[in-house]
């Protein structure tokens, strides 16, 4: 349970906030525009992969969905504007799922993963390969929970990350997890894919540089509740939580770093990232709130 309100604590290395840099730029992302070819574009890469008997299902102006109506019941959902997609399924309840017999170590669902992005036109370029991460996991009642090793996992998930901007860190809105990442599982004979998000955004050329806020600022802040709570893992002996309780998170590090968000967005923005125990993580705007308030990089 992410709550919006926490004791806090400093507890640093130097056990003070730091002093950190006190400009940074704002990125223009590039803004989708609509195109006629792009359904039969999107068309055209979707029906070459093993939805290619498939007719889709128009959900909206710009949202289109492919379905197999066979076990796990695969649906992909992509929107012919933005080029984000989204693959489902009902693997939990999938017996190939659960054997994972199938299932592959984690390097080989990693080149599974990448292969499977680009069959649909969706690797960027700007990808770390060595950030490239995967989480093991295992069905228990349902639901899915990490798994301790390969030999007890039936699900590997692979995340992949961007490239640094201006030496600065990209987060997303759900720390570790990125905002492109493939669900890989075993198969009836062979691995598969199981589910997949996947949001891109391209930067442009165009840039400002603005002053930022001072870390007292940033955590002044976090104290006032304006902040994005990303993750907070509280251990199980601590929950449930009850009403008007306000757990202390011991603040470990502060840095700062580019937010990508998982919905559209104008700008690539500086953040103040607070992490803290519990798997704590929060973000916070790190322009300086009058400029915010003016016109972006003009």
Not at 139 to 151: C, D, I, T, W
Not at 182 to 200: C, D, M, R, T
């Amino acid at each position: 349970t992410i709550l919006n309100r926490f004791k806090y604590v400093i507890n640093t290395s130097t056990g003070k906030l730091p002093v950190l840099q006190d400009r940074a730029y704002a990125y223009a992302v590039k803004q989708p525009e609509p195109n006629l070819l792009s359904k039969s574009n999107i068309e055209r890469v979707v029906t070459a992969t093993e939805f290619q008997n498939v007719t889709p299902v128009q959900l909206n102006e710009t949202d289109y969905m492919w379905t197999i109506q066979k076990t796990p019941f695969k649906r992909i959902t992509f929107n012919t504007l933005t080029y984000d997609f989204t693959l489902f399924s009902q693997f939990i309840a999938d017996p190939a799922v659960l054997t994972a017999r199938s299932l592959p170590n984690e390097e080989s669902a990693k080149v599974m993963a990448e292969n499977f992005l680009k069959s649909l036109n969706s690797f960027p370029e700007d990808i770390y390969p060595s950030r490239t991460a995967t989480t093991l996991y295992l069905v228990q009642n349902g639901a899915l929970v990490p798994a301790s090793s390969l030999s007890t996992a039936q699900i590997i998930r692979v995340d992949f990350y961007q490239f640094d901007k201006e030496k600065l860190p990209i987060y997303y809105p759900h720390p570790p997890a990125s905002t492109i990442n493939v669900f890989v599982a075993s198969g009836p004979e062979s691995p598969q894919i199981v589910e997949a998000h996947y949001s891109g955004k391209s930067l442009t050329d165009k840039k400002g540089e603005y002053p930022l806020k001072t870390s007292q600022q940033a955590y002044d802040n976090l104290l006032a509740g304006k902040a994005f709570i990303a993750a907070y893992s509280p251990k199980p002996q601590q929950l449930p939580f009850q009403e008007g309780d306000t757990p202390e998170v011991q603040i470990i590090d502060i840095s700062i770093g580019y937010f990508m968000a998982d919905q559209k967005q104008k700008y690539l923005m500086p953040v103040f990232v607070f992490t803290g125990t519990d798997g704590f993580i929060a973000y916070v705007s790190a322009i300086q709130d009058k400029w915010i308030d003016t016109a972006m990089l003009q």
